[in-house]
T-cell receptor, first 114, second 117 residues
Framework: AQSVTQLGSHVSVSEGALVLLRCNYS??????LFWYVQYPNQGLQLLLK??????LVKGINGFEAEFKKSETSFHLTKPSAHMSDAAEYFC????????????FGTGTRLAVRP | GAVVSQHPSRVICKSGTSVKIECRSL??????MFWYRQFPKQSLMLMAT?????????EQGVEKDKFLINHASLTLSTLTVTSAHPEDSSFYIC?????????????FGDGTRLSIL
């Protein structure tokens, strides 16, 4: 079964510092890849997705992610963290072969220090 | 665009009560909607896939008689937690996928926090 691994359940960075949130998938065939953000007591908002084409994907709020097939990774980055980036981030996948169910990683809580 | 409205946002009720949660796609049509459950500080667990005009598909371990799903139109799905008990307390989130291929992103509602006393 497809699985998604997010290394680091908690990440803390200083304001203005680089944000790096890690995501690895387990399948031999690359799935469709997504990053979502969740603010407290809210649903999920799509940050970006990779389906095909250019491996560096730009999303909202200055985030981007790079698909690396050789590393089965889809890490999320942002050059300079803002206080407003503090939230829970979920990596998710949809296998290309089996329909439309999202499988989520366990999430990474990002804290931004002033 | 692509707004999903979920109502109510919070419910507090007594044990034994049935609770209905609505999920509406406001500006797009969704043949498929999804219902998730999220425990504190945990990821989302898919409960069921709701298909317009047909029966919902439940994930393993989810009681379909406990969690009734109705997808009456292309813009509305409802989840009814029947005879709710304290262990049903959780954050329930719906999502809707625009008509198209499986790689279309799901758009999420803001969730419903259910507290059973």
């Amino acid at each position: 079964a497809q699985s998604v691994t997010q290394l680091g359940s908690h990440v803390s960075v200083s304001e203005g510092a680089l944000v790096l949130l890690r995501c690895n998938y387990s399948s031999s065939v690359p799935p469709y890849l997504f990053w979502y953000v969740q603010y407290p007591n809210q649903g999920l908002q799509l940050l970006l997705k990779y389906t095909t084409g250019a491996t560096l994907v730009k999303g909202i709020n200055g985030f981007e992610a790079e698909f690396k097939k050789s590393e089965t990774s889809f890490h999320l980055t942002k050059p300079s963290a803002h206080m407003s980036d503090a939230a829970e981030y979920f990596c998710a996948v949809i296998p290309k072969s089996s329909g439309d169910k999202l499988t989520f990683g366990t999430g990474t809580r990002l804290a931004v220090r002033p | 665009g692509a707004v999903v409205s979920q109502h109510p946002s919070r419910v507090i009720c007594k044990s034994g009560t049935s609770v209905k949660i609505e999920c509406r796609s406001l500006d797009f049509q969704a043949t498929t909607m999804f219902w998730y459950r999220q425990f504190p500080k945990q990821s989302l667990m898919l409960m069921a896939t709701s298909n317009e005009g047909s029966k919902a598909t439940y994930e393993q371990g989810v009681e379909k008689d406990k969690f009734l799903i109705n997808h009456a139109s292309l813009t509305l799905s409802t989840l009814t937690v029947t005879s709710a008990h304290p262990e049903d307390s959780s954050f329930y989130i719906c999502s809707a996928r625009e008509i198209g291929t499986g790689n279309q992103p799901q758009h999420f509602g803001d969730g419903t926090r259910l507290s059973i006393l």
